[in-house]
């Protein structure tokens, strides 16, 4: 079977007709009769050195894989691969043919493009676990009804029914995954959660020095407390550490203020900060050992029935009416409140970050934001050009 040449070893022409691939499905690879079912491939080139479709037979052999799963474009060459288990002898692995891997314009990954370098994942933070668990599910049609699946759950259900046809891979599903893994090990609070908050606290102390200086957080320990309480209150949008801290970045830096008054209706603006104004007195009446989630949140509503009674008096009489100009100077105040605590970026609910950060903390916040937009708009009489910094959208200057 085997062709033996003075510098090179060919499998022989003499093996012709079909090829069973070794699957329980007993399938074969088509070809016209009279056809041979392979060409005659080079096993050893005229260096000496093996090539692809030789050590690829001895290897699996000498590791003893039982299952060999490639992609479809691979199915010419396994009766090559069939017939040099026989000519060994040995018992070939059972084989399955699956769809290709295409990009979101379906074009085949590339390792060009680096679409399949794993050294990227690890520098985007990805867990070596959602990885898995994100490429297992790459045309695999399981009947979990869920897609986060732990690796001992995948070992315990995994089979071979895979999807007909090529499969597109969605990084949004990786990122999916990867947020709840991270969830899962800020809830369990393990050694996965230690690592976690130890990689935040590094590049944070790396890009926001003297923020956390200002913050007071420079004994490590309560560093440490801190990080790990946040990471608990917004554990649902964890991807990495730098995404984590550029999402909460105000939680590591003081406020950015602006440098331009709002713009817009004045009558609006001086209803917006007479609700600030209300809320900075009323949580200045907490004490330190009052500041806590239920009481705030306390403070909070009787802001909000304050300005209701202030707005509307008695006239507000129709249920649906009150019921709708409630939720609508609610939703204006804690919309303010993000504004002048966190700078309006998206992150932990309010009550909690206004925990986190202190009493000290965020009433400093709110009365500067305060004070230092009136200064402002008195500096600044009639229109002006507002670069979009107002104090309704403080964004991140770094």
Request: aromatic share 8%; with cysteine; net charge positive.
């Amino acid at each position: 079977m085997l062709q033996y040449y003075p510098r090179r070893v060919r499998i022989s022409s003499s093996s012709r007709g079909s090829a069973c691939l070794g699957s329980s499905k007993n399938t074969t690879v088509p070809h016209k009769h009279g056809e041979a079912a392979y060409e005659d491939p080079i096993l050893l080139k005229s260096d000496g050195l093996p090539t692809y479709h030789l050590a690829n037979v001895v290897d699996d052999h000498h590791m003893k894989i039982t299952h060999v799963i490639r992609a479809i474009e691979w199915m010419p060459s396994t009766p090559k691969h069939l017939v040099l288990y026989a000519a060994f002898g040995w018992q070939p692995p059972i084989f399955a043919h699956v769809g290709l891997l295409l990009d979101e314009k379906r074009q085949k990954l590339s390792k060009r493009n680096m679409d399949v370098d794993i050294g990227s994942y690890k520098n985007q933070g990805i867990f070596p676990e959602a990885l898995l668990n994100h490429v297992a599910l790459l045309g695999w049609s399981h009947s979990k009804g869920k897609d986060f699946i732990p690796l001992e759950k995948m070992i315990e259900i995994f089979d071979l029914k895979f999807t007909k046809g090529n499969t597109v891979v969605n990084p949004a599903k990786l990122i999916f995954l990867q947020k709840q893994y991270a969830q899962s090990y800020i809830e369990e609070s393990g050694a996965k959660f230690e690592e976690i908050v130890e990689e935040v606290m590094l590049l944070a102390t790396k890009l926001c020095q003297d923020g956390i200086k200002q913050l007071g957080l420079v004994n490590k320990g309560d560093f440490r407390t801190y990080v790990a309480a946040l990471l608990r209150i917004d554990s649902k949008q964890y991807i990495s550490a730098k995404d984590f801290i550029e999402r909460n970045w105000y939680f590591f830096n003081p406020l950015t203020l602006p440098t331009e008054p709002p713009v817009g209706d004045p009558g609006q603006h001086e209803e917006d900060e007479s609700l600030i104004a209300s809320a900075s007195r009323h949580l200045d009446k907490l004490t330190t050992s009052q500041w806590t989630i239920s009481t705030i949140k306390q403070a909070l509503q009787s802001i909000v029935d304050e300005a209701h009674r202030q707005r509307y008096g008695d006239h507000d009489t129709d249920t649906g009416d009150s019921s709708r100009h409630v939720k609508d100077i609610n939703k204006a105040l804690y919309h303010w409140l993000r504004k002048t605590i966190l700078g309006g970026r998206p992150g932990p609910g309010m009550p909690d970050s206004m925990v986190l950060l202190g009493r000290d903390h965020t009433l400093q916040r709110l009365d500067t934001a305060i004070h230092h937009t009136r200064d402002l708009r008195e500096s600044r009489k009639g229109p002006v050009k507002c670069n979009a910094i107002g104090l309704r959208s403080l964004v991140l200057v770094s």
